[in-house]
């Protein structure tokens, strides 16, 4: 077969002498490298780069890309990453000249598209979280928790207080307490309670001057939203704690209520997730966070201000101060203005209804075959129990790699950390029944084959590119690039 | 009812209520308190359809002055490159644009194979044994190289930064500085050559004894120049200290990298490589290292298996280094990186190949070569006597700043970065001027007549 399923690089396809561009005309003097750069500065060993014509790169590239399941193609219903419909538009909006070849040093008044462009954004986000000033700046959701933060930790030394410990729920995304190690605090562990949700005792036991957050995801990882939320920002602000919203699970709040309202100081959104720009196969992302007035004076500089419709970079000396190289990932946050505009209030009403109606109506297809550890009903997901998968001699893994072979990708798997063999599934609001239907469909013939026929499931994926990838050799021999001797 | 990105109609949204077991969505969500929900609709401007909100995002485009419309010499970190056709087409499939981190290794293999390709590449051009899959940006990678000096060297906190390190870069690290508890201790530039000053450096590594992770070097360094970093690798072992150097990976098409030179983490921003200038962002930061120091390395990577039946395959791996194993112990707290820059990265470096690139970085130094001549006819030298690549520091005339800004305006020029408004005790009238393949000889006669004659001695 012609088609390249070989896994073969660039490497393995280079032919010295070869290359896919054309050499560039010179029309100033050519004194050659030596005349510009004295020999003991000079590469001496050439990188070992791939040699090829430009249809050949065209047609390696192409054919990898076959390779992936994306959304475009069909469901994708990982959990916690709100894999929704990117839009077309925002990908030629996005590109326009007049953003895509801005420099981030360019004078003020020479990007005042972008600088209004942030500004409303800004104002937007705010509005739609209820919260009073955003900083577009943290490049991630995990960026966000972190310059958050440092923010909370500003915020408490201005006070005369510095604040060591972080309070984190055992259902969190590992992010929570790698972001707050970072920043510097220490994690604690609170449990969740019987019924998956918060164990506001367990808080209030843990809660004293010595707290700067406690940061929870709302709806937390298991799809539940966190119904006792006033008594717990009460219960925190009343020692002076900070509640931060890890906005992952945003989407199953938007046009329904606000953690501003609810009583949360400090957040994070993910503009890849929430506000559906594309999430690239690992990126780039945009995590801005929103804070309560308290706050403002805090977060990262420069911010963006708005004089009478003349947009000015300001660096008040209370910032704590840049978090990124430039503003952060500004063509993403093109794509999520012009999401917004697409909605509209009628249209983010529906966001965060239908993504609730969606998990719920996929899970009482699919609940008789598998149940969830707790009670629903769920807002944007919910987090399936695979301990009965074990009974017949599998694991949630080898479930995940089957269902796959029906043209989805799997869910998330194995986290939350509270339920055994965990698998998570958000369909998100821009998935049509039939698609829940043929999934849940799907999902019952699977459940049935590893009753019938568990060692098809065992090795399974069946119909994908590869059979079962080896990951416990790739982690032993650790081949990281092409090894070209 | 219905919205275009939303396949739902009302008598859909009945009939699944129904078929969910209850009467009204409300039902669904009794879990929200009445009185926390929102009992008004958002305050946004009213939906748009495509063509309105085209015309609106069009309009505050049209409100910029890109790169496409002014000769722009402005560097520091971002130049614009010329960017075949051939990557965006790449880049636009959405089959690489609207997949997610490869976590499921058998239906992602060709975002894994990309950035095991993608890894290899930069670990040739840094001179090193691995890279990892990115990180956001190159003001972020070096705190990433910050976290991870420290975690080499048993969690010392102090840092040697050369004075001429990227302001902005330098300004980002102190921001994380407080929390993590780092001492930044300053090794200046030497007079004459702009370059680190070794004796400087050795002082500091020897009056800590014990608490520097690293020194940090950058290279070509602020100014535009290039470091010698030779036996700085030593240097820093003898005070049991790693060597981190901010590196531009264009310059090491046709400079020594600083792996070769036993540097221990080389990170910087990679976006020159295939990335528009975008404002900065999505930038392409990128990190590469040694075995040896795999585990502290931070964010994800790939590495190549075999499939259940013997075939090729990757997948991400080394994952007890990263926060969703070890949360709060994790080497870093990254998740999503910069996947899609990865590649656009690749496809560039793919069709240019090793000429190519070497061919754009001998365009870029030669057409700064062109201006430095230019200018010196005008009696205009360079702040230093050091070696550049793309950039160069210029020293014009006192008071000669305002006449500069007002004749550039005039011709739509932005002839370079002011050096001092962004870097203590660097002259006020310094200009950092950055050359690239995409500069006409026009473009640098301008340039160079601009500052020539408003610039000149008053």
Redesign the interface.
């Known amino acids: 077969m012609l088609h390249d399923d070989t896994g073969r690089t660039l490497f393995e396809k280079s032919h010295p002498g070869q290359r896919g561009t054309g050499e560039i005309e010179w029309d100033v003097p050519r004194g050659g490298i030596d005349s510009l750069i004295p020999a003991k500065f000079r590469r001496k060993k050439a990188p070992r780069l791939p040699e090829l014509s430009e249809g050949e790169v065209v047609r390696h590239f192409t054919n990898l890309s076959s390779k992936n399941h994306h959304i475009d193609k069909g469901f994708y219903p990982l959990g916690s990453c709100t894999m929704k419909y990117n839009p077309k538009v925002h990908e030629t909006l996005a590109r326009l000249a007049g953003f895509a070849s801005l420099h981030p040093l360019q004078p003020a008044d020479t990007i005042q598209g972008a600088l209004e462009l942030m500004w409303r954004l800004e104002h937007m986000l705010a509005e739609i979280s209820g919260m009073d000033a955003v900083s577009l700046q943290p490049a991630a959701g995990a960026h966000g928790e972190l310059t958050a933060l440092l923010v909370v930790r500003a915020y408490h030394l201005s006070r005369g207080e510095d604040r060591r410990k972080v309070l984190i729920p055992d259902s969190a995304h590992g992010t929570n307490p790698a972001s707050a190690a970072i920043a510097g605090f220490e994690c604690v562990t609170i449990k969740s309670a019987p019924d998956g949700r918060v164990d506001v005792e367990d808080l209030k036991s843990k809660l004293s001057s010595d707290v700067a957050a406690f940061m929870m995801t709302n709806p937390n990882t298991v799809g539940l939203f966190e119904t006792r939320v006033e008594e717990i920002c009460a219960a925190c602000h009343s020692v002076g704690a900070q509640v931060y919203m890890d906005g992952a699970n945003l989407n199953a709040l938007v046009g329904i209520t606000r953690p501003g309202d609810l009583g949360f100081d400090v957040m994070h959104f993910n503009l890849h997730k929430t506000f559906t720009t594309p999430h690239g196969g690992g990126g780039p992302g945009c995590g801005p966070i929103g804070v309560k007035s308290h706050l403002s004076a805090f977060l990262p500089s420069p911010r963006v201000e708005n004089r009478d419709g003349k947009f000015t970079l300001a660096k008040p000396s209370t910032s704590i101060g840049p978090v990124h190289g430039a503003f952060g990932n500004f063509l993403i946050m093109v794509r999520a203005y012009a999401y917004i505009l697409a909605m509209g209030p009628s249209g983010l009403a529906q966001v965060g209804r239908t993504a609730v109606l969606n998990a719920n109506y996929l899970h009482q297809k699919i609940k008789a075959g598998m149940a969830c550890k707790y009670d629903g009903p769920y807002m944007h997901e919910f987090v399936l129990d695979g301990s009965i998968l074990k009974t017949m001699g599998l694991h949630t893994s080898d479930f995940a790699k089957r269902l796959m072979d029906f043209g989805v990708y799997a869910p998330t798997i194995y986290f939350p950390l509270i339920v055994p063999e965990a698998m998570m599934i958000e369909p998100t609001e821009t998935e049509s029944r039939e698609t829940l239907d043929r999934f849940a469909e799907i999902f019952l013939e699977v459940l049935r084959e590893c009753k019938d026929d568990p060692e098809l499931v065992h090795t399974a994926p069946h119909n994908l590119p590869l059979k079962r990838v080896d990951d416990v050799k790739a982690a032993k021999d650790l081949v990281l690039t092409h090894p070209f001797d | 009812m219905s919205?275009?990105?939303?396949?739902?109609t009302s008598v859909?949204?009945k009939?699944?209520?129904q078929?969910?077991?209850?009467e009204r969505?409300e039902?669904?969500?009794?879990?929200?308190?009445q009185h926390?929900?929102?009992a008004r609709?958002?305050?946004?401007?009213?939906?748009?359809s495509?063509m309105?909100?085209?015309r609106?995002?069009?309009?505050?485009?049209?409100?910029?002055?890109?790169?496409?419309e002014?000769v722009?010499f402005?560097g520091?970190?971002?130049s614009?490159h010329?960017i075949?056709a051939?990557v965006?087409?790449?880049v636009?499939?959405?089959?690489?644009?609207?997949?997610?981190?490869?976590?499921?290794?058998?239906?992602?293999?060709?975002?894994l194979?990309?950035?095991?390709?993608y890894?290899?590449?930069v670990?040739?051009?840094a001179g090193c044994?691995?890279?990892n899959?990115?990180l956001?940006?190159?003001?972020?990678a070096l705190v990433e190289g910050l976290?991870m000096a420290s975690a080499c060297t048993k969690n010392r906190k102090g840092f040697a930064l050369a004075s001429s390190l990227?302001p902005?870069?330098r300004?980002?690290a102190?921001?994380?500085s407080?929390?993590?508890?780092w001492t930044f201790h300053d090794v200046a530039w030497t007079s004459g050559e702009g370059a680190l000053d070794r004796k400087a450096a050795e002082k500091v590594l020897t009056e800590n004894v014990g608490k520097i992770a690293a020194l940090v070097v950058q290279t070509p360094n602020t100014f535009g120049l290039?470091e010698?970093l030779?036996g700085l690798a030593d240097l820093c072992k003898a005070a049991g200290a790693v060597l981190l150097v901010v590196s531009d990976p264009l310059s090491?098409?046709?400079?020594?990298?600083p792996g070769?030179f036993g540097a221990d983490i080389v990170v910087g921003?990679m976006h020159a490589l295939g990335v528009?200038?975008?404002?900065?962002?999505?930038?392409l930061g990128y990190l590469a290292t040694w075995?040896k120091h795999?585990r502290q390395m931070p964010g994800?990577?790939?590495?190549?298996?075999?499939?259940?039946?013997g075939?090729?395959?990757?997948?991400?791996?080394?994952?007890?280094r990263?926060?969703?194993?070890?949360?709060?112990?994790?080497t870093?707290?990254?998740?999503?990186?910069?996947?899609?820059?990865t590649?656009a990265a690749?496809?560039y470096?793919?069709?240019?190949?090793?000429?190519?690139?070497?061919?754009?970085a001998?365009?870029c130094?030669?057409?700064l070569?062109?201006v430095r001549n230019g200018l010196a006819k005008a009696g205009i030298k360079p702040l230093f006597a050091g070696?550049p690549?793309q950039e160069q520091a210029f020293r014009l005339p006192a008071g000669s700043r305002a006449r500069v800004e007002a004749a550039c305006r005039t011709a739509g020029l932005?002839p370079g970065?002011w050096l001092s408004d962004l870097m203590p005790n660097v002259p006020t009238e310094t200009i950092l001027v950055c050359t690239s393949?995409t500069h006409?000889?026009q473009d640098?006669d301008l340039l160079v007549s601009i500052l020539s004659s408003a610039g000149g001695a008053a």
């Not at chain 2, 090491?252 to 990298?257: A, S």
């Not at chain 2, 090729?312 to 007890?320: E, F, M, P, W």
Request: net charge negative; glycine share 6%; proline share 5%.
């Open positions: 919205h275009r990105f939303i396949p739902l859909e949204e009939e699944m209520l078929a969910s077991g209850v969505f039902d669904l969500i009794q879990a929200i308190p926390l929900r929102l609709p958002l305050d946004v401007p009213p939906a748009m495509e309105a909100l085209s609106e995002v069009r309009r505050l485009a049209q409100k910029n002055k890109g790169l496409s002014l722009s402005l520091m970190g971002w614009k010329f075949p051939a965006d087409t790449i636009s499939r959405s089959e690489f644009t609207t997949a997610y981190t490869p976590y499921q290794a058998e239906a992602s293999q060709g975002s194979q990309q950035i095991f390709e890894q290899t590449m670990a040739e051009i044994e691995v890279s899959a990115s956001y940006d190159g003001a972020t976290i990227n902005r870069y300004e980002v102190q921001t994380y407080s929390s993590n508890g290039l010698d030779e090491n098409l046709l400079v020594d990298p070769v921003e528009p200038t975008s404002l900065g962002g999505p930038a075995k795999l994800r990577v790939v590495g190549r298996t075999l499939d259940a039946e075939k090729r395959a990757y997948c991400l791996t080394a994952q007890t990263e926060q969703h194993i070890r949360r709060e112990k994790a870093s707290n990254i998740c999503s990186n910069q996947g899609l820059m590649v690749s496809v470096m793919a069709l240019q190949g090793p000429k190519g690139l070497e061919e754009v001998e365009q130094a030669t057409r070569a062109y070696v690549f932005l970065v393949e006409t000889k640098l």
